[in-house]
């Protein structure tokens, strides 16, 4: 069983703080994605990343691909408000569409 | 991306009882699946459905219980059966995505079922 543990399971900041999420598992992840979901509403996708090694920005969004394809990372610049939600990553081991969902890190920024 | 909705938004149900969730997309799609979610935890995949073909249930998860229709590329029913108060859950629908990225997946905005 693939299983993809996320860190820290809560976070509590102050807007303007920096943080970051992580997504670790013991597989290889031939894609993973990062999702964010607010509260009565279905998880929207931020970003794929695909290369181990690879890195994309959305914003004040950081994304991280480990280099062997089995851990990934979130880093959020100067956060605010807008940010609060449920994020999730979630890995792809290809030949198949199927996801393995991280267990959630449950992000408030506050003013 | 995809446009997807469900009905209903949600429900209260009675123990015994079964409730059918309708997920509708604005395209075609080929896969869609069915999750559930506790508030604010992680996905758990219920079952994958093909148009054309039996569904395709995960470990813990039996068609008896969540039996699934998938009569077009554009719709699904996800029916929950003889519901206990385990099954309260928020139940979400998603396909994949575009031609050559389907290993991301596009959400409707889910039903919170809770059984009494």
């Known amino acids: 069983t693939q299983l993809l543990e996320q860190s820290p399971q809560f976070l509590s900041i102050q807007e303007g703080e920096n943080l970051t999420v992580y997504c670790n598992s013991s597989?290889?992840?031939?894609?993973l994605q990062w999702y964010r979901q607010e509260p009565g509403e279905g998880p929207v996708l931020l970003v794929t990343?695909?290369?181990?090694?690879e890195v994309k920005k959305l914003k004040r969004l950081t994304f991280q691909f480990g280099d062997a394809r089995k851990d990934s990372s979130l880093h959020i610049t100067a956060a605010q408000p807008g940010d609060t939600g449920l994020y999730l990553c979630?890995?792809?081991?290809?030949?198949?569409?199927?996801?393995?969902f991280g267990t959630g890190t449950q992000l408030k920024v506050e003013l | 991306s995809a446009v997807i909705s469900q009905k209903p938004s949600r429900d209260i149900c009675q123990r015994g009882t079964s409730l059918t969730i309708q997920c509708q997309v604005d395209?075609?799609?080929?896969?869609m699946f069915w999750y559930r979610q506790q508030p604010g935890q992680s996905l758990t995949l219920i079952a994958t459905?093909?148009?054309?073909?039996?569904?395709?249930?995960e470990s813990g998860f039996v068609i008896d219980k969540f039996p699934i229709s998938r009569p077009n590329l554009t719709f699904s029913t996800l029916t929950v059966s003889n519901m206990s108060p385990e099954d309260s859950s928020i139940y979400l629908c998603?396909?994949?995505?575009?031609?050559?990225?389907?290993?991301?997946?596009?959400f409707g905005p889910g039903t919170r079922l809770t059984v009494t």
């Open positions: 395209s075609q799609v080929t896969m």
């Open positions: 998603s396909v994949e995505g575009p031609s050559g990225l389907s290993y991301e997946q596009y």
């Open positions: 990343v695909v290369t181990g090694g």
């Open positions: 597989s290889v992840f031939s894609s």
């Open positions: 459905a093909n148009q054309g073909s039996e569904a395709t249930y």
């Open positions: 979630a890995g792809s081991t290809g030949g198949g569409n199927k996801l393995t």
